[in-house]
């Protein structure tokens, strides 16, 4: 596991999240800020996990934030607001992923076709993917050890191995072996059967290894992500 969520995602909301809750609810925008903004760069990291875009993931944390203040009303509390937070910037991801399943490379844009030319190969790789900036890693992750764990989570080694799985199977992979998410947890964000989500996982697992896609660590970490990975050793045996 690369990210191990410290609270679970399908706790009962707190007093203190009820009570902001319901300020919201009357129209109070400040107390809906203070109750999502808490969780923007978590998910911008995970909206760019799955999409593979800098400016997708952001305008995605946008329609999330949207899509809830418009739809306050339909949170009950069940589950931590944060749960509620994930699950709409989830189905907003997956919308956007098909409506357009990838990005046209720049060097692919051509002219308008000669009807006597033959037709061209269809061209499915590779996936252009915007690089993590070390500047978000900064604002998302504040210790050390979340740092480097987010930075594995978020090479282009990684983003390009997830690009080859079906939307969902992505989705569910990134949710249990990223964020740590338990199955039930998962089923509930993606109105899924536990037994559909480990179907998934298993189905995601055996295509990457298949592929051998996930490089080893020591493959795809760059020079600096090398420095990172002694200072966390360190931080470890201290």
């Known amino acids: 596991m690369l990210i191990s969520s410290q609270v679970r995602w399908l706790q009962m909301s707190s007093q203190t999240e009820l009570t902001s809750l319901a300020a919201a609810r009357k129209g109070d925008s400040q107390q809906f800020a203070a109750l999502a903004e808490p969780y923007r760069r978590e998910l911008r990291a995970y909206c760019y996990r799955l999409l593979g875009s800098l400016e997708d993931a952001e305008d995605l944390v946008q329609e999330t934030m949207l899509r809830a203040w418009r739809r306050l009303e339909t949170f009950e509390g069940r589950a931590s607001f944060r749960a509620w937070l994930y699950k709409i ?50 604002e998302t992750t504040p210790s050390v050890e979340a740092r480097y764990t987010l930075q594995e989570s978020v090479t282009l080694a ?81």
């Open 89 to 138: 910037a989830t189905n907003a991801c997956l919308d956007a992923i098909d409506k357009a399943s990838r990005r046209q490379l720049p060097g692919n844009r051509q002219s308008a076709a000669n009807p006597q030319d033959p037709l061209p190969a269809v061209v499915s790789d590779p996936v252009w993917l915007d690089p993590f900036p070390d500047e978000w890693l900064d």
């Open 158 to 238: 990684f983003l390009t191995a997830l690009q080859i799985l079906p939307p969902h199977q992505r989705t569910v992979l990134v949710l249990r072996d990223v964020l740590d998410c338990q199955a039930n947890e998962v089923a509930e964000l993606l109105d899924m059967t536990v037994s559909a989500v480990n179907s998934a996982l298993h189905r995601a697992r055996s295509t990457l290894s298949k592929h051998q896609l996930v490089a080893p660590k020591s493959t795809i970490l760059s020079d600096s992500d090398a420095k990172t990975r002694d200072l966390l050793q360190r931080y470890v045996q201290a």
